[in-house]
C-alpha cells in the first residue's frame, strides 16, 4: 500500500555517493535538515518516462523553484551511484542533485519501495514527488497504484503550482540554425542578452533537413525563431517581438 506520509520525517538513512575517485557518504541531515527541498523518485536511470520528461521539465523549472524559496531539488533512484552520475552527466542536469538509493532503505523507509521483478527491475522506487520543509514532508504527490508506470502527478508543473499557482515559467525557445549563418548567430546574442534560454535544432544534424525547417515553419531560410511553441520568425522578427513583449 503506498502511503502519504505528509506530516512525518523523511526516514534517516546514509547514500553511498561517488565524488570524482572517492565515497562520500551523504546523510539525510545533510540533504534536508534546515533547508526546503523538492524530491522527485522514480523507477530507475535512463528509462524513457524519466529521461525524456520526469527529470528534463524539474531542470527546466529549477530556477523559478529556487526563486519561490526551494534550496534544492533532488532526483532519487534506486540505483547506484554510478550509475546515477552517468545519467546525470548524459542529461547535463545542473540544476539536479542525483541521489542513489542502491539499497533501496529511503525507498523502504518512505513506504514507496516495490517490486518490478516482473520487467526485470527487481526493488525499485514507486513514482512520487514531495515537498520537504527541515526534514518534514509537507506535501506528497504519489502516482495512483495502477499497472504499468503512471505519470500523472509527480511532474514538475504539479509541484510548481502547489507551491506557487502563480509562479511564472520560463518561455520556452526552439531556434532553427545552419552552420556559419549570420543571422542566427544575431538571434542567439540576442536571445542570451535578453535570458532566454534556448533550444537550438541545426540543420543538417540528426537528419535534420531544409525540407523538415519548411514544413515546421513554412519558411525556408534560418534562424526560425519558435517562442511557446508560436512561430517568431527571423532574427528581425524576433527583435520586434522583444521590443513589443518585453
Known amino acids: 500500500m ?3 506520509r505528509e506530516g512525518q520525517t523523511v526516514p534517516s538513512v546514509t547514500f553511498k555517493t561517488r565524488d570524482g575517485d572517492d565515497w562520500l557518504d551523504v546523510s539525510s541531515d545533510a540533504l534536508f535538515k534546515d533547508k526546503t527541498v523538492v524530491v522527485f523518485a522514480l523507477p530507475g536511470a535512463f ?3 524519466c529521461s525524456s520528461t520526469h527529470l528534463p521539465r524539474y531542470n527546466e523549472l529549477a530556477p523559478v523553484f529556487f526563486k519561490e524559496g526551494v534550496d534544492a531539488i533532488i532526483c532519487l533512484s534506486v540505483n547506484d551511484t554510478f550509475v546515477m552520475n552517468a545519467w546525470s552527466a548524459d542529461q547535463h ?3 539536479i542533485r542525483f541521489i542513489p538509493d542502491g539499497n533501496g532503505d529511503f525507498s523502504e523507509g518512505m513506504g514507496m519501495l516495490v517490486d518490478k521483478s516482473d520487467i526485470g527491475f527487481g526493488k525499485r522506487s514507486w513514482r512520487y514527488s514531495m515537498l520537504v520543509k527541515n526534514s518534514v514532508i509537507e506535501k506528497m504527490f504519489i502516482e495512483p497504484n495502477k499497472p504499468g508506470d503512471p505519470f500523472e502527478v ?3 508543473d504539479t ?4 507551491i506557487n499557482a502563480n509562479a511564472e515559467l520560463p518561455k520556452r525557445v526552439t ?6 549563418c549570420p543571422h542566427c548567430t544575431r538571434a542567439k546574442n540576442t536571445l542570451s542578452k ?3 534560454k534556448y533550444e537550438e535544432i541545426v540543420l543538417g544534424d540528426n537528419g535534420v533537413s531544409y525540407s523538415s525547417l519548411t514544413a515546421v515553419s513554412g519558411q525556408g531560410t534560418t534562424p526560425q525563431v519558435f517562442i511557446d511553441g508560436k512561430h517568431i520568425g527571423t532574427a528581425d522578427d524576433l527583435d520586434k517581438w522583444l521590443e513589443a513583449n518585453t
Open 47 to 49: 528509462t524513457p518516462t
Open 154 to 156: 509527480s511532474d514538475a
Open 159 to 162: 509541484m510548481l503550482a502547489h
Open 93 to 95: 542536469a545542473d540544476n
Open 194 to 196: 535578453n535570458k532566454f
Open 2 to 4: 503506498l502511503e502519504n
Open 175 to 180: 531556434l532553427f540554425s545552419k552552420p556559419g
